[in-house]
């Protein structure tokens, strides 16, 4: 089993728990100001249901340089308060070989990431550079969550074959999983091409976001993408956890009964499955 | 005209160039150590002889906090010193609706980017946030320069259909195209797909990396990109003029003069074309 499987595995077995905990901090809708302090409140409340976080780039970017000095600060606080959780930086980087090599230091070696999340639109060179770097992970997304996603994920490829993009993507790029570190993105929301993915790429782990806010079928997600005894999905929630309570005082505490839940609804469909 | 149009047709008339410098500072590369001075040395040595910038984000982020630090000192540099030079960011973002959102604020309230290039990968909605800005460029990734950009990109949409997913791509990301202000990206490598993109996509303005070191085929690019008339197409180069010397006395110099050579070849080509 590859570093990257084994790291894993054992945050998911630690933690009891398939959650992973989106960071999309939203001067918004945050409950308190600071972005660090709002970040590790959620971290600190959700770390015992959780075994992974995902920074999602984006909305640290959007905060400028504070906010990405915050990332930074963000992913030290969780190597080293919450070591062997993951922490996967989603940020669905890809471009040209030469500067895919520059992300892919970047992710792992400035910010320290155990994952990310890749765009593979430009092929197998676009994404290698990140994959070369053997203990760290990487998932590419596959079929997005949004409603537009099927826009071009949803195209036939080649006259007569029957496979859509998306399809062809989960395949193709597993055939580029030399390392074991590869792993795909597939939306909650479409649990039928989840299902179709699993078939296509038995054994790669599956990062599902599109639960909560954006009202992705669990029971389905779950029955389509796991595959018995082992951890190779994982369910990833942003919004309804970080803003479960837009209370000041118990935020933090809010989020972590918000992941909790989670996690027992996702353990109940998990034990009914291995009933069956 | 959109604004943003203006703004292109402005920069190429100013400065008589097509030429776009990317800026794509590599420590291993570089003549001097300092990010910042290495840039504004590439800039002001090829001032006179581009309308256009494209800083690498990939280049800057594998350099940290102070990277991005001087990213946005160096957008604020171009835009000071050198007011009508586009100045488009390069990095490929995508997400869904929600993340590419939070991405459009970092480019364009943030970093202040005139343009920048997107992976439209996640369909309409995801790219929605960015072409949102009707004042600012949207260059859609279409057609890579790498060689690897094939896989995904030249497949066949639909069976019975003839469409390859990079020219579904140009034909529905132009149909999305309601604020004038989108443009596309694709590889002088690939001239033949370039005359594809141009035919389906008429009146857009492409964006072409991939001449230079990627020896990327000028003259049929021009000849299958330009229409007449109307300065709709920028070309890119970064390696060959950010490298052109690695003499730390005059590599802004060597720049200016890699840039200019680039412009002339550019010039005589189109106006080959126009005699014809």
């Not at 054992?10 to 939203?26: E, Q, R």
């Not at 976080?53 to 606080?77: C, H, Q, R, S, W």
């Not at 070591?83 to 992300?103: A, E, F, M, N, W």
């Not at 826009?151 to 074991?180: D, I, K, Y």
């Amino acid at each position: 089993m590859s570093v990257f499987l084994e790291k894993l595995e054992m945050s998911v077995n630690a933690s009891n728990s398939l959650v992973c905990v989106g960071l999309d901090p939203d001067p918004n809708r945050m409950p308190i100001q600071n972005v660090f302090e709002f970040c590790a409140g959620i971290v600190d409340g959700t770390a015992e249901y959780s075994g992974a976080y995902k920074p999602n780039l984006g909305f640290f970017e959007a905060l400028g340089i504070d906010g990405l000095i915050t990332l930074k600060k963000m992913v030290e606080y969780i190597h080293d308060r919450y070591p062997g959780k993951l922490v996967i930086g989603d940020g669905k980087r890809g471009d040209i070989d030469t500067t895919s090599s520059r992300y892919a230091t970047a992710l792992f070696e400035f910010w320290d990431f155990d994952a990310v999340t890749v765009n593979a639109y430009g092929g197998r060179d676009s994404i290698q550079p990140f994959l070369s770097y053997e203990d760290r992970g990487v998932f590419v997304w596959c079929k997005s969550s949004n409603p537009d996603g099927g826009q071009f994920q949803g195209e036939r490829s080649r006259p007569g074959a029957e496979l859509a993009l998306f399809e062809r993507m989960a395949e193709m790029s597993t055939e580029w999983n030399e390392n074991g570190n590869l792993g795909l993105v597939v939306g909650a929301t479409y649990p039928a091409e989840l299902e179709k993915v699993r078939e296509l790429a038995p054994g790669i782990p599956i990062l599902i976001p599109g639960v909560g806010s954006q009202q992705g079928d669990l029971a389905r997600s779950l029955r389509a993408g796991t595959e018995r005894g082992f951890a190779n999905i994982l369910i990833s929630s942003s919004r309804s956890i970080n803003y479960a309570s837009n209370d000041a005082k118990n935020f933090s505490q809010a989020a972590g009964k918000a992941a909790n839940m989670l996690r027992e609804e996702i353990n109940a469909v998990l034990n009914d499955i291995n009933r069956q």
